[in-house]
């Protein structure tokens, strides 16, 4: 040894206090004492072992022993390296041979550090590192190659685990004994590390050797296990770490040698089970079969294969099990996905939904499949539903309208079912949720028995909230029903004509205490405002509140009644008052009434002028109710009737025997009210008049008589006036405003873009109605060509598809009379009528443009005058030609505000019904109303 290893008993020092005495030498001091060594040497021998600290001598004994180092040759040191080496190599055989003391490493240590720290030409870093090399080659040469060719399949890939551990040892341990080389000698000269040396041996000599091999034992082993049977999982786990071990940090070994061949043989081999699973099993038990294989092989990556194989690895099964075969398994005739559709296999569905969202556009041809049964289930309900209409065409009317109900009742639990479908087994997927948007807007814009789905929806609503609807429910109940008719009225199209069906059957109900839940109106109100916007209810919620200030108005004229005793009329009257705007349009006709009934309106007239005088009062009659005493022979009954009704009756007080034109000249009636009228008095169930001849049709030669001998088991009948069908009349005003509103959408689109094709427009103003009702292609073209007509617009003469907005050129005279100066601001009619025609689509000729637009700085001012005279007769004209009722209260140059009035009067208890507009505008200027029954 050159270094004394243990120490006089009385003299210990760690190793800080021996670098601190060192440090306190001084570079002369350490010269004396170190001639021939450098003190890099003195720290080494001192401070690299790892040792607990050792016993010192003095430092001149320690110098002595260095200074007499001699030199030691190549061969000399090897041999007792070698001695060292081959005493590693026999502990890692499992031969008998002692553990290394610290003795033994130190002593191995000091000779590789000696041997490289000689002054040249006995420096031998070089050698020993090539000797280190060669260490590793001979060992893997005569003892690991040799035991691993003698094995073969799982045993082989033990013995390799076994000497790749092994080997891992020797490269630890030598690295330990030549650290003195990693440390200076490869540092300086850029040279692999000892530790990567030893790895890239084996990694040349074996693994190059029996990595084909090792893999395909390997694939084998994973094979049997998906055949069944039980491995060994640490052998795999430990082998194919081995295959990312030796790729030092890299996957280039694990993914070329190992994994590209495992996924091959797992396609090869999952593609021969789903050819077999594809024609011997049903879609159910082939799902269970490609879930439960996906389940394994995500376990096998878990228990021995790399993470990163666990997405390659699954890809490749559900290639094989699930895309190849993905139409054939879907398309399954008795167990495919219509049948689960069909079968209501909740279960399987679910397990369809996982399997198929794996794959690449997997869900698409599931979502087609679901939306191909969804609208042939709403297909097939609309078909009954036609077809019980047909069966019942003999039938009563009502019977026809519950098949109607039960249609939508069908419907609204065709929707829950398929939600919830969406919601549970598709996992509230995006694409089925369009899917069945798309389905039920297929068959929910069918009509039904000649109704449109916005009526029927309407009309289901209104049998749910009126009293004595065939739906009784809950109020629970009610609320979860209106939920899901507004959820449907989504997939409807025609919104605009829910909404004014909607409208006209709230208004009935209404006017004429039928609703059954005031919360449920307005509950609905508040479902269709955040479902369509607040547009789209504002005239309904505008209704609602009017019945509120009308009830408050009657305890008013009830209160001025009792107050002015000798104005009572000396009957029960019961007036409602509505805003024009809100409610309906109603005709109104000059009906002559009884005295009796006149009496009651002058009345309510007076009360009312005390309120307000400048509201006009228009009386809508053929709202109003009456109950009336009829004295019979047999007995005296109660008469519940409309105001039409009760008017003709009383004619009888005064005349046994009318004619048919009599009875119209005295109530001043159109022919429709009155054969309306006198069927229900004389041809239907209660025949209060006898009428000459006895048929079942009013015609204007026949005379009617009062039946006397009337009588009912009932003191009290309620005697119905005919219905009208309102249908045709409602689609007819739905038309004209969807004209209006394609003009406004034009108009708006114009202003902004001021020039564009046919189809940008096109597409454009679809798109801004389409929340409201699908406008035709054709009706746009149609207005298009009609503002192109009114010279609002103008075709570009070089491109007839292009349209521009039509700019007026000033006349010469406005541009140079400046005589007077009237700035065009200070003219707010002309502006503001120019505002609203672009607002409300009623767009100016080049004439009136010309007349109403103030261009230039200046004009004249009796120009002016008479365009603002123009512009006032013009707003008329357009509210007459059926402007919305909201833009009359815009106008400046006349405030309207109109209010329906709905009234009730009785010959003991009478009720009609009037219709109020108050105006401070001229007379001349409300006197186009908008009135329909």
């Known amino acids: 040894m050159l270094v004394q290893r243990f120490w006089p008993q009385n003299e210990i020092c760690t190793k800080k206090e021996q670098g601190l005495k060192l440090k306190r030498s001084t570079k002369r001091e350490k010269e004396k004492k170190i001639p021939n060594l450098s003190l890099s040497l003195v720290r080494t021998l ?13 430092w001149c004994e320690v110098l002595i022993k260095m200074n007499e180092r001699k030199t030691i040759d190549l061969e000399q040191g090897w041999d007792f390296m070698q001695k060292g080496i081959t005493k590693l190599k026999n502990i890692l055989e499992g031969l008998p041979e002692p553990q ?3 003795e033994d490493y130190m002593m191995l240590y000091t000779t590789i550090y000696n041997m490289c720290t000689q002054k040249p030409p006995h420096d031998y870093s070089q050698q020993l590192y090539d000797k280190y090399r060669e ?12 035991s691993l060719r003698e094995k073969h399949d799982e045993f082989m890939l033990r013995e390799l685990v076994r000497r790749w551990s092994n080997h891992k040892v020797m490269v630890r341990w030598l690295s330990r004994f030549f650290h003195y080389l990693d440390r200076y000698f490869i540092a300086r000269r850029s040279l692999p590390p000892l530790n990567e040396v030893g790895l890239s041996c084996f990694r040349d000599l074996v693994y190059k050797e029996v990595n084909g091999k090792v893999r395909d034992a390997v694939i084998s082993l994973i094979d049997q296990e998906r055949e069944g049977e039980q491995i060994d999982r640490a052998l795999l786990k430990n082998v194919l770490d081995i295959f990312v071990e030796i790729g030092m940090g890299q996957m280039e070994y694990y993914e070329n040698d190992f994994e590209s061949s495992m996924l091959k043989d797992t396609a090869a081999y999952y593609s021969r089970k789903a050819s077999n699973w594809i024609l011997d099993d049903p879609c159910p038990d082939y799902m269970l079969k490609a879930e439960e294989c996906l389940k394994r092989e995500k376990d096998r990556v878990s228990h021995y294969l790399h993470v990163s194989s666990e997405p390659k690895l699954l890809e490749k099964v559900q290639h094989e099990l699930l895309s190849v075969y993905a139409t054939q398994l879907l398309e399954k005739e008795h167990s495919g996905c219509h049948a689960l559709l069909r079968d209501d296999k909740v279960d399987d569905l679910s397990r369809m939904y ?12 599931v979502s087609s499949m679901f939306k191909q049964h969804v609208t042939a289930e709403g297909t097939t309900l609309v078909k009954q539903a036609e077809d019980a209409a047909s069966n019942k065409k003999a039938e009563k009317r009502d019977v026809v309208g519950l098949q109607e109900q039960v249609f939508v009742r069908k419907v609204i639990e065709l929707h829950d079912k398929y939600l919830a479908y969406v919601n549970d087994c598709f996992n509230n997927h995006t694409l089925f949720h369009k899917a069945l948007k798309e389905a039920f807007e297929i068959f929910c ?8 789905s916005a009526e029927l929806l309407a009309t289901f609503c209104d049998n749910i909230l009126k009293k004595g609807g065939s739906e009784k429910l809950s109020d629970e109940a009610i609320e979860d029903t209106l939920e899901k008719v507004v959820k449907l009225l989504a997939y409807i199209s025609d919104k605009d004509l829910f909404a004014e069906f909607y409208r006209k059957k709230l208004a009935r109900r209404l006017l004429f205490d039928k609703s059954a839940n005031d919360e449920h109106e307005r509950s609905i109100l508040t479902k269709l405002k955040q479902q369509c916007g607040g547009q789209f209810t504002s005239k309904m919620e505008g209704m609602v509140t009017d019945l509120t200030l009308a009830k408050e108005n009657q305890s008013h004229f009830e209160e001025y009644l009792s107050n002015n005793s000798n104005v009572s009329p000396g009957i029960d009257l019961t007036v409602t008052v509505l805003t024009t705007g809100f409610w309906p349009s109603y005709k109104s006709f000059d009906l002559n009434l009884p005295a009796e009934m006149v009496k009651c309106v002058e009345v309510f007239r007076e009360f009312y002028q005390t309120k307000t005088k400048h509201r006009k009062l228009t009386w809508i009659y053929s709202l109003g109710t009456c109950n009336i005493n009829g004295k019979f022979e047999p007995k005296t009954m109660e008469l519940i009737v409309t105001t039409y009704q009760a008017s ?22 159109s022919d429709d009210d009155v054969v309306r009228l006198l069927h229900s008095l004389s041809c239907a169930k209660y025949k209060i008049l006898i009428k000459e001849p006895n048929t079942k049709t009013i015609s204007p030669t026949d005379y009617f008589e009062f039946n006397s001998k009337f009588t009912d088991k009932m003191r009290r009948i309620k005697i119905p006036l005919p219905p009208v069908d309102e249908k045709k009349k409602v689609i007819e005003d739905v038309d004209k405003d969807r004209r209006y509103a394609i003009d406004a959408s034009i108009v708006r689109i114009m202003k902004s873009r001021k020039v564009l094709g046919y189809q940008q427009l096109v597409m454009e103003c679809v798109e801004q109605l389409g929340r409201m009702f699908k406008p035709d292609v054709k009706a746009i073209k149609k207005r298009i060509e009609d503002l192109i007509t009114r010279d609002y617009l103008e075709r570009d003469k070089e491109n007839p598809n292009l349209f521009r907005t039509w700019r007026p050129e000033p006349r010469p005279e406005e541009v140079e009379s400046t005589s007077v100066g009237y700035n065009s601001t200070t003219d707010g009619v002309t502006e503001s009528r120019v505002k609203y025609l672009e607002k409300y689509s009623y767009p100016m000729g ?3 443009a010309k007349r109403n637009k103030l261009i230039g700085g200046n004009t004249n001012i009796v120009r002016a005058q008479e365009n603002k005279e123009e512009a006032d007769k013009a707003w008329v004209n357009d509210s007459a030609r059926g402007q919305k009722d909201v833009a009359s209260r815009e106008m400046s140059t006349m405030k309207t505000n109109g209010i329906n009035v709905v009234s ?3 010959y003991t208890k009478k009720r009609c019904t009037c219709l109020e507009r108050e105006s401070k505008a001229e007379e001349g200027l409300c006197s186009i109303p908008k009135y329909n029954l």
């Open 846 to 848: 080049k004439d009136e």
């Open 354 to 365: 996982r399997l198929f969202s794996k794959i690449p556009r997997g869900l698409d041809p």
């Open 100 to 102: 290394f003391s610290s």
């Open 135 to 146: 260490s590793f080659e001979e060992y893997i040469t005569s003892a690991v190659l040799p």
């Open 904 to 906: 009730r009067v009785s």
């Open 46 to 58: 001192l401070f690299d072992s790892k040792e607990p600290p050792v016993r010192a001598v003095s």
């Open 648 to 669: 003709a009756l009383l004619l009888f007080n005064l005349s046994d025997r009318l004619s048919y034109q009599e009875i119209m000249s005295q109530l001043n009636l």
């Open 445 to 452: 814009n069918k009509g039904v028995a000649g109704s449109s």
